[in-house]
T-cell receptor
Framework: SQQGEEDPQALSIQEGENATMNCSYK?????LQWYRQNSGRGLVHLIL?????REKHSGRLRVTLDTSKKSSSLLITASRAADTASYFC????????????FGKGTKLTVNP | DAGVIQSPRHEVTEMGQEVTLRCKPI?????LFWYRQTMMRGLELLIY????????DSGMPEDRFSAKMPNASFSTLKIQPSEPRDSAVYFC???????????FGQGTRLTVV
């Protein structure tokens, strides 16, 4: 069964505002990854946070991880119209499996 | 590197026909994944290979679906016979074992009429 659930399912904001997306997962992980998908395209990785990390930054992206709650959040600051896309989290489970499990994603619309 | 290459990009076929989707992973990657994406079910893992060997095919919907990886640089996903409910975007992804990132192809949009 698929694991990982993002919320909200859809988010619409104005340019310049911050966007926060949340993700929950079910099993112990090695790391958690966030991906972006533009309409009609494949997924592109954005940022990876390891299970022993609590926060990570990359440019305008900030990811947090709470392993006790099995949850993560992705914050995009000072959003731009070009950030309009779907965002997915993927959990990399412990146990040697290479199986990345994706949620259904958050569809972000940034209005100019 | 050209990235993960999938073909065809679009496929329209009639119900009952055989469909074969193709994938060339990134050179040096030894894990390969086939995903299916629909609005209703999101991104579902169908099967993944490690070192050309199928490791987990629990996501393959039924016997009409089969996947092969005859060598490290090529994989196919076959649907026979196809049905309208198979309409979806099929993604292939590859990664190097032990590392985090998966790299996705551009997908094949399959429409079965």
């Amino acid at each position: 069964s698929q694991q990982g659930e993002e919320d909200p399912q859809a988010l619409s904001i104005q340019e310049g505002e911050n966007a926060t997306m949340n993700c929950s997962y079910k099993t112990s992980i090695n790391n958690l990854q966030w991906y972006r998908q533009n309409s009609g395209r494949g997924l592109v990785h954005l940022i990876l946070i390891r299970s022993n990390e609590r926060e990570k930054h990359s440019g305008r992206l900030r990811v947090t991880l709470d392993t006790s709650k099995k949850s993560s959040s992705l914050l995009i600051t000072a959003s731009r119209a070009a950030d309009t896309a779907s965002y997915f989290c993927a959990s990399d489970p412990q146990g040697g499996s290479e199986k990345l499990v994706f949620g259904k994603g958050t569809k972000l619309t940034v209005n100019p | 590197d050209a990235g993960v290459i999938q073909s065809p990009r679009h496929e329209v076929t009639e119900m009952g026909q055989e469909v074969t989707l193709r994938c060339k992973p990134i050179s040096g990657h030894n894990s390969l994944f086939w995903y299916r994406q629909t609005m209703m079910r999101g991104l579902e893992l169908l099967i993944y290979f490690n070192n050309n060997v199928p490791i987990d095919d629990s996501g393959m919907p039924e016997d009409r679906f089969s996947a092969k990886m005859p060598n490290a640089s090529f994989s196919t996903l076959k649907i026979q016979p196809s049905e309208p409910r198979d309409s979806a975007v099929y993604f292939c992804a590859s990664k190097l074992s032990g590392t985090g990132w998966a790299f996705f192809g551009q997908g094949t949009r399959l429409t079965v009429v």
